[in-house]
Protein backbone atom coordinates (compact mmCIF):
# COMPACT_ATOMS: atom_id res chain seq x y z
CA UNK A 1 0.00 0.00 0.00
CA UNK A 2 0.95 3.42 -0.77
CA UNK A 3 0.65 6.55 1.38
CA UNK A 4 -1.88 8.99 -0.08
CA UNK A 5 -0.19 12.10 1.46
CA UNK A 6 -3.73 13.44 2.66
CA UNK A 7 -2.27 13.14 6.50
CA UNK A 8 -3.69 15.77 8.14
CA UNK A 9 -0.84 15.36 11.11
CA UNK A 10 2.98 15.51 11.23
CA UNK A 11 3.59 13.53 14.13
CA UNK A 12 4.16 16.55 16.53
CA UNK A 13 2.76 16.78 19.75
CA UNK A 14 -1.29 17.05 18.95
CA UNK A 15 -3.97 17.71 21.49
CA UNK A 16 -5.32 14.22 21.90
CA UNK A 17 -9.12 15.38 22.57
CA UNK A 18 -8.95 16.28 18.81
CA UNK A 19 -9.58 12.28 18.06
CA UNK A 20 -10.44 10.52 16.53
CA UNK A 21 -11.15 12.68 13.11
CA UNK A 22 -13.70 10.83 12.08
CA UNK A 23 -16.35 9.98 15.68
CA UNK A 24 -18.90 8.21 13.29
CA UNK A 25 -16.85 5.42 12.35
CA UNK A 26 -15.39 5.02 15.86
CA UNK A 27 -17.94 1.32 15.66
CA UNK A 28 -15.69 -1.62 14.25
CA UNK A 29 -19.32 -2.32 13.25
CA UNK A 30 -19.98 0.76 10.60
CA UNK A 31 -16.39 0.33 8.95
CA UNK A 32 -17.12 -3.20 8.30
CA UNK A 33 -20.41 -1.90 6.71
CA UNK A 34 -18.54 0.40 4.30
CA UNK A 35 -16.64 -2.62 2.79
CA UNK A 36 -19.79 -3.71 1.23
CA UNK A 37 -18.51 -2.64 -2.20
CA UNK A 38 -15.07 -3.69 -1.10
CA UNK A 39 -13.40 -5.17 -4.36
CA UNK A 40 -13.36 -8.92 -4.51
CA UNK A 41 -9.99 -9.13 -5.55
CA UNK A 42 -8.15 -6.86 -3.31
CA UNK A 43 -5.34 -8.95 -1.19
CA UNK A 44 -6.34 -7.61 2.06
CA UNK A 45 -10.03 -8.80 4.07
CA UNK A 46 -12.73 -6.11 4.68
CA UNK A 47 -12.98 -7.68 8.68
CA UNK A 48 -8.81 -7.06 8.84
CA UNK A 49 -9.15 -3.44 7.72
CA UNK A 50 -12.01 -2.50 9.59
CA UNK A 51 -10.61 -3.91 12.84
CA UNK A 52 -7.29 -2.14 12.58
CA UNK A 53 -9.48 1.17 12.32
CA UNK A 54 -9.71 1.59 8.83
CA UNK A 55 -13.11 2.24 6.82
CA UNK A 56 -13.79 2.19 3.28
CA UNK A 57 -14.00 5.49 0.89
CA UNK A 58 -16.10 3.79 -1.61
CA UNK A 59 -13.78 3.84 -4.41
CA UNK A 60 -11.09 2.26 -5.93
CA UNK A 61 -9.24 0.42 -2.89
CA UNK A 62 -8.99 3.58 -0.66
CA UNK A 63 -9.30 3.43 2.70
CA UNK A 64 -9.01 5.84 5.37
CA UNK A 65 -8.38 5.34 9.53
CA UNK A 66 -11.46 6.77 11.78
CA UNK A 67 -8.48 7.95 14.25
CA UNK A 68 -5.78 10.02 12.63
CA UNK A 69 -7.59 10.50 9.25
CA UNK A 70 -4.65 9.21 7.42
CA UNK A 71 -5.42 7.25 3.71
CA UNK A 72 -4.36 4.35 2.61
CA UNK A 73 -4.93 2.52 -0.73
CA UNK A 74 -2.79 0.65 -3.60
CA UNK A 75 -3.39 -2.63 -1.19
CA UNK A 76 -0.44 -5.25 -2.64
CA UNK A 77 -0.29 -9.07 -1.86
CA UNK A 78 1.58 -9.60 1.44
CA UNK A 79 0.09 -6.55 3.30
CA UNK A 80 -1.67 -6.22 6.24
CA UNK A 81 -3.79 -3.99 7.38
CA UNK A 82 -2.33 -3.45 10.74
CA UNK A 83 1.54 -3.27 8.86
CA UNK A 84 0.12 -0.85 6.67
CA UNK A 85 -1.58 1.57 9.35
CA UNK A 86 1.66 1.10 11.56
CA UNK A 87 3.84 2.11 8.75
CA UNK A 88 2.73 5.03 7.52
CA UNK A 89 0.58 6.49 10.16
CA UNK A 90 3.24 5.13 13.28
CA UNK A 91 1.78 8.06 15.51
CA UNK A 92 -1.70 7.49 15.06
CA UNK A 93 -3.27 7.27 18.88
CA UNK A 94 -5.33 4.44 17.37
CA UNK A 95 -2.37 2.31 16.46
CA UNK A 96 -0.58 3.51 20.06
CA UNK A 97 -3.16 1.66 21.76
CA UNK A 98 -4.75 4.53 22.67
CA UNK A 99 -8.66 4.78 24.43
CA UNK A 100 -10.06 6.47 21.22
CA UNK A 101 -13.61 5.63 21.82
CA UNK A 102 -13.46 2.17 19.57
CA UNK A 103 -16.25 -0.04 19.57
CA UNK A 104 -14.85 -3.79 18.96
CA UNK A 105 -17.05 -5.78 16.57
CA UNK A 106 -18.93 -8.48 18.98
CA UNK A 107 -19.75 -10.81 16.80
ZN1 LIG B 1 -4.86 5.78 12.20
Known sequence: AED???RLRTGAVVDETTYPIVPHMRSE???LETFFSWPPAAPVRSQDLAQAGL???GYDDQVQCFCCGGML???EAGD???GEHTKYY????FILGHDVGNVPFQG
Open 4 to 6: MEY
Open 90 to 93: PNCF
Open 29 to 31: EAR
Open 55 to 57: YYL
Open 73 to 75: CGW
Open 80 to 82: TAW
